[in-house]
């Protein structure tokens, strides 16, 4: 697979957003002075933790959203940092769920909390990420925009967590149930990753710059095809990339037993005795990485890798085309174009 490389427009975005985080972090850091216990520790492990690297388009998508709507980005600077903000909260907590150890190439909050407790470690960091959330909510609330505008984007935000919690409560409970089809498996993924990845960051600032209808019609109908593809990408890299690349743990989702379209294809495609090396391989934390080599065969031998790349490409294309035409400067749907190239396509 060829590197695709990010986007100038993130690689600017996070120049630019990173600062303000800190400056952000740092804020809040010093309403911590004077309580009767030191939380600095917890702060400077969440302040590493956000800081940690990223590719930070949520936020970039949000300023190109307003910029759609052919209004100025910095009127949703504040709410594409919260934007950050909230993914770092999911990302948390999914850490958390998932029992992983590493993202962004360093440990996972509860992992960084957990040196003196585990349990004081998994709570810690709970609650950093749900001080996230709440962090997002402010952020967005202060958006220099009519308080009309604003309660929309909040009203977006709120629908999105539900739809994002509920993916996350279907992605828990699905490995203990009968393995999803393929339909099954887009309908969690839409609700836990495509909510909130592309759709809502754009929704948001092309509200909060009072977009058309016709720009968010469009924007709509760019971002839920681009989701889809975007977990898809994700979930071959989760699976079949190096930790080196990915900066995740190597073989989670097979040991945790994902539901994954790449799963759903693999059993389907596959001989019946690969078929059963898969099943016995599906959500065994001990699984050795000698194991989950084996399993990758059986993904790459099937044919399903390669048919979840073909599908994750349709996806891609379906979603650049709904760009076509539509009104929003030649400017911004370039830029949308090559975002969605490299969030699909990417290797890390």
Same mark, same amino acid.
């Given at each position: 697979m060829t590197v695709v490389p990010p986007p100038a427009a993130l690689v600017r975005y996070a120049r630019?957003?990173?600062?303000?985080? =800190?400056?952000?972090?740092?804020? &809040?850091?010093?309403? !911590?002075?004077? !309580?009767?216990l030191d939380l600095k520790p917890v702060h400077e492990a969440l302040t590493d933790y956000l800081l940690r690297g990223g590719k930070r388009m949520r936020g970039a998508l949000a300023l190109l959203g307003c910029e759609a709507a052919s209004a100025r980005p910095e009127l949703a600077r504040n709410a594409s940092l919260g934007l950050e903000l909230l993914h770092a909260y999911l990302l948390i907590h999914d850490d958390f769920m998932d029992g992983d150890e590493l993202r962004r190439g360093g440990p996972t909050l509860h992992v960084a909390l957990g040196k003196r407790s585990p349990h004081l470690g998994d709570s810690l960091a709970i609650l950093a990420g749900s001080l996230c959330e709440a962090w997002a909510v402010e952020l967005l609330l202060s958006s220099p925009v009519?308080?009309?505008?604003?309660? =929309?984007?909040? &009203?977006?935000?709120?629908?999105?967590?539900?739809?994002?919690?509920?993916?996350?409560? +279907?992605?828990?409970?699905? #490995?203990?149930?009968?393995? +999803?089809?393929?339909?099954?498996?887009? =309908?969690?993924?839409? +609700? &836990?990753?495509g909510s909130y990845t592309f759709e809502l960051p754009l929704r948001i600032g092309a509200v909060l710059g009072g977009a058309s209808a016709a720009v968010l019609d469009a924007l709509e109908r760019f971002? %839920? #095809? !681009?989701?889809?593809?975007?977990?898809?990408?994700?979930? +071959?890299?989760?699976?079949?990339?190096?930790?080196?690349v990915t900066g995740k743990p190597s073989g989670s989702d097979l040991r945790e037993g994902k539901r994954?379209?790449?799963?759903? =294809?693999?059993l389907r495609m596959a001989t019946p005795s690969d078929a059963a090396l898969l099943r016995e391989s599906l959500g065994r934390r001990d699984l050795q990485e000698a194991s989950v080599e084996a399993a990758r065969g059986v993904l790459i031998r099937s044919g399903a890798a390669a048919s979840c790349r073909e599908e994750a490409d349709r996806l891609l294309r379906q979603a650049l085309a709904a760009l076509d035409g539509a009104p929003?400067?030649?400017?911004?749907? %370039?830029?949308?174009?090559?975002?969605?190239?490299?969030?699909v396509r990417r290797e890390s």
């Open positions: 630019e957003a990173d600062p303000l985080l =800190r400056e952000f972090l740092g804020r &809040k850091g010093r309403d !911590l002075d004077g !309580l009767p009519e308080p009309e505008r604003t309660l =929309r984007a909040a &009203k977006l935000l709120c629908q999105a967590l539900q739809s994002v919690i509920l993916g996350q409560s +279907l992605d828990l409970a699905a #490995p203990f149930e009968p393995p +999803l089809d393929d339909g099954g498996v887009a =309908r969690l993924q839409a +609700l &836990k990753t971002a %839920r #095809p !681009l989701g889809i593809a975007f977990q898809i990408a994700d979930d +071959l890299l989760g699976t079949l990339g190096s930790t080196e994954t379209l790449l799963l759903a =294809r693999a929003i400067s030649e400017p911004v749907t %370039r830029t949308l174009r090559e975002i969605a190239a490299y969030a």
